[in-house]
């Protein structure tokens, strides 16, 4: 479904992505790991228009993507998340996910200026769709408040619901369970299942590696920049070069 070849970014004379290789499959998770620094945002931004590759090709659903502007990214189906949460805070949880929504309005500037019957139809039925995106993560009694009142974990689901509120086939998880207790990671291991069963792919950065060999089913692994390993979960668990450069392990 995602295929980047020889993927490299460069800022002036520093390379923070080294002609990194990697194939997201269909309906699965796939998790992007390393130790801080590698570059595995900055390969999050080359994928949802952040930054253009200085080299290398970025192929979405069989187009190439490499260029494109983040909003033409996230019409074609990709939605992400960020490390640090980045939300509309002033605005209330339905709303957030309205705006998620929008790349897949039909009305215009015209026709929402003279709010039409077709407008106002559209606005209602998104509205109500809206609230059962709400309704999917557990956040419906939150909908009318501003988003910068919900809880820690409640702001990391709005953020993922609406980036699924935009019909997107991939989702990117930066850090998704960044700062959540072991009961929160459950509910989002079952949250992730959901989002699967929906049809949606996943592609994940996550530190907590206890998470990422259990909800993984293909790994990635970026040190300095570079591809540094790749393989099923027990794989990249055993690898001796991830040990040494990530797990914590000897020489």
Request: proline share 4%.
């Amino acid at each position: 479904m995602l295929e980047a070849n020889g993927v490299t970014i460069k800022f002036g004379g520093l390379v923070a992505v080294n002609h990194v290789n990697l194939k997201i499959r269909d309906k699965q998770i796939t998790g992007l790991i390393g130790p801080n620094g590698a570059g595995k945002t900055t390969f999050f931004n080359c994928i949802s228009g952040v930054y253009t590759p200085s080299e290398g090709t970025v192929i979405f659903d069989g187009r190439h993507i490499e260029g494109l502007r983040p909003y033409q990214i996230c019409q074609a189906g990709i939605s992400r998340t960020y490390q640090v949460i980045n939300l509309f805070w002033k605005m209330t949880a339905l709303e957030n996910v309205l705006v998620g929504m929008h790349p897949r309005m039909k009305g215009g500037f015209l026709t929402d200026m003279f709010k039409t019957p077709a407008v106002r139809r559209e606005e209602k039925e998104a509205k109500e769709k809206a609230y059962e995106w709400l309704k999917f993560v557990g956040l419906e009694k939150y909908a009318n408040d501003p988003a910068s009142s919900l809880p820690y974990g409640g702001q990391r689901l709005l953020e993922i619901v609406r980036g699924l509120a935009s019909n997107c086939k991939i989702l990117l998880l930066d850090e998704p369970a960044a700062g959540m207790n072991s009961g929160e990671k459950e509910e989002f291991d079952r949250l992730l299942q959901k989002i699967l069963d929906m049809g949606v792919t996943i592609l994940m950065i996550e530190h907590d590696m206890k998470l990422v060999m259990h909800i993984c089913q293909y790994i990635y692994v970026l040190e300095y920049g570079k591809l540094l390993a790749e393989g099923v979960p027990e794989e990249v668990q055993n690898n001796p070069e991830v040990i040494r450069a990530y797990l914590g392990g000897e020489d």
